[in-house]
């Protein structure tokens, strides 16, 4: 299985572990697509198209009132012409390659309609990391948005299960060391840029970005800087 990966990614954010990770697995994809939304500034994207080869970019907009990652989704979709499509984020990375004995096992012979994490017990399908086929994609409402009664793909789960879709649970199926999760990352990120107190996980966040300078050739001088002003402060015990 050859997926396409629809990824969104905010314009003001880079993502060095995540575009390294891309770079030493790339042939296992058919198309990566990489749908930009505004995010105020910085505006990282011709840095990161600069960086990342043998990527598809879109430039992205929503209307009025429309939720931006429903937006992005869909344009990105659009694009995919992929019997699969893994919708992943930018803190999620395979760690170990029997991770992908999952998603090639029970999309092939074993004929699921789709692959993925729950976010806690019961919870939505996570869009961290959700395999599906497409036939089964082109039969949901194409709804991505956060909703009254849910965060983003919750209504797209809740969709599958209505289909009667036979989705399987990757982390009942997998070794929990196989891949990590983050989470908060792009959160975090913002929350630098505005000068704020990071509050979600800061020693995991200081831990990742010290990871990403660890080595500089693919890196924005002004990320850089930011990135390393907010470590020192936060080294001080004002981050």
Same mark, same amino acid.
């Given at each position: 299985m050859r997926p396409d990966i629809i990824v969104t990614w905010p314009e003001s954010c880079d993502y060095p572990l995540w575009r390294r990770w891309l770079a030493s697995e790339r042939e296992r994809f058919a198309q990566v697509i990489v749908a930009f939304s /505004?995010? *105020?500034r910085p505006d990282l994207r011709e840095h990161v198209r600069s960086v990342t080869p043998d990527v598809t970019f879109l430039d992205t907009r929503w209307e009025d009132g429309r939720d931006w990652r429903d937006a992005a989704v869909n344009a990105a979709l659009r694009v995919s012409d992929a019997d699969w499509v893994w919708f992943t984020e930018q803190d999620f990375l395979v760690e170990d390659p029997r991770f992908w004995s999952v998603p090639d096992a029970f999309g *092939? @012979?074993?004929r699921a309609s789709a692959i993925g994490t729950r976010q806690g017990e019961e919870g939505r399908? +996570? /869009? @961290?990391c959700l395999f599906v086929?497409?036939?089964t994609i082109d039969l949901t409402s194409h709804d991505f948005s956060v909703t009254e009664d849910g965060d983003h793909f919750a209504r797209f789960g809740r969709d599958l299960e209505a289909l009667g879709a036979r =989705? =399987?649970?990757l982390d009942y199926w997998s070794d929990p060391s196989w891949?990590? +999760?983050m989470a908060g990352l792009s959160h975090n990120h913002s929350? =630098?840029?505005r *000068?704020? /107190?990071v509050t979600y996980k800061p020693d995991e966040f200081a831990r990742y970005l010290l990871e990403c300078l660890g080595r500089r050739d693919d890196l924005d001088a002004g990320w850089v800087s930011q990135a390393a002003g907010w470590l020192e402060r936060y080294s001080e015990g004002r981050g």
């Open positions: /505004p995010a *105020g *092939g @012979c074993m399908w +996570h /869009p @961290c086929r497409r036939t =989705v =399987v649970d891949y990590s +999760h929350l =630098v840029e *000068g704020w /107190p």
